[in-house]
């Protein structure tokens, strides 16, 4: 009963993010309302680590295949990416670096120096 | 075999679900970045469906259920940040400062290279969203007249490839706060650098997740100032 419980506390917050993505008419997805909700939930007290814990863990766990079949999906896309392909490819792979580069680099220097602070 | 795989409805999932799990079995046995499982079952799921000359609709028949699990998992990524609040409330601006840092060089990245290889207006914008999750950025896309299929393409590339390159990158440029390696993670590759994350540890998993929603919001707000540059 209690994954059961779990699950249907999930899927609840899950269906309020639906309902504000309705409502609201923001560009924003009903995961990210759903997954800013539940972090206020869990904030508030509204709802205890114990009572979403271990099947939020197990979802968490398996979420790498939830993405396979947008991937296989690439398969039906070829045709509109065929002609940007190279400009779109080299665009995709430097972005990774730059992002990548910028953000972990400018954070680990504020991270350090507040380290540093406290010593 | 080809005419079952046709019409089977679980056929094509289940050779998904097999590949990833031989993929994650040679990763941990090799240990090469190479062995992505996620790439491992996209690449090879494609392979066989176009063997068998299996359409995606009827794969998806099946495999639409593994996306389906895809909001309930996305609202569980709470559970983690809410786990290390502490260490949010610590280092609340080095994430505000880094995920913004990142968003900013993603759309000036698309900027100059849009520039440099001449590139359409359309282009242009289609590409501007192409590191956030793809909801987010397929309502960006929408917004600024870009190719939402293309977008949404490009996005889920740039998930796999920081997937795949994430932890290289973070060695390269000697990334190795968990925090930072978190917080690169799901601003350049939104969920699915979230699930790498998720293996490299709790602080980094928390982290990236947090990121996926600070980057697709800022995302939102600037991406429509650099749709005016060009």
Redesign the interface.
Known sequence: MKYLRQ?LI??G??LI??ILKAVLP???????Y??????IL??TGALK?DQ??E???F???????????????????WN??EP?II??S???????????????????I???R?KKENK | MAEFMQSSAYAGVTI??IA?AVGAWLKRKFGFGFFN??LI??VV??VV??GCNVD?DT??EG??Y??W???????????????E?ELLK??A???I???L??V???LL??FV??KL?G?SHE?YVT?LP??I????G???S??LGG?V??T???I????????I??EF??K??R???P???G???G???H??G???A?ELGDVE?AMS?L???VA??LT?VLSSVFAGFM
């Open positions: 699950f999930i899927l917050v899950s993010g639906e923001l560009p924003i997805p009903a995961s990210i759903g997954m800013v909700l539940m972090f869990l904030l680590l979403v814990r099947t939020g863990k979802l968490i766990e398996i979420m790498p295949v939830m993405f396979i079949p947008a991937g296989v999906g690439l398969m039906t896309s509109v990416l940007v400009p779109v080299i665009i995709t792979v430097i972005t990774i670096f730059t992002v990548m580069a910028a953000t972990g680099i400018s954070s680990q504020i991270i350090r507040g | 998904s679900l990833y499982p996620l079952s996209i799921t494609i469906l176009v995606y794969y998806n495999a639409q593994l996306g699990l895809l909001t309930p998992a996305t609202v569980a990524l709470a559970i983690p940040l809410y786990e609040l610590k280092n601006k080095a994430v400062i880094g995920v840092a990142g900013l060089t993603s990245t698309v290279m849009a290889l590139l282009n590409l192409k590191s999750t793809t909801a987010i397929m309502g960006v929408e917004e190719y299929t293309i949404v393409a490009v889920i590339i740039t998930g796999v490839l920081g997937n390159l994430g990158i973070c390269l440029f990334i190795h706060e925090i930072s390696k917080l690169a993670l601003t350049a590759a969920a699915i979230t699930a790498k998720m998993g997740s990121s996926i929603a697709g919001v939102v």
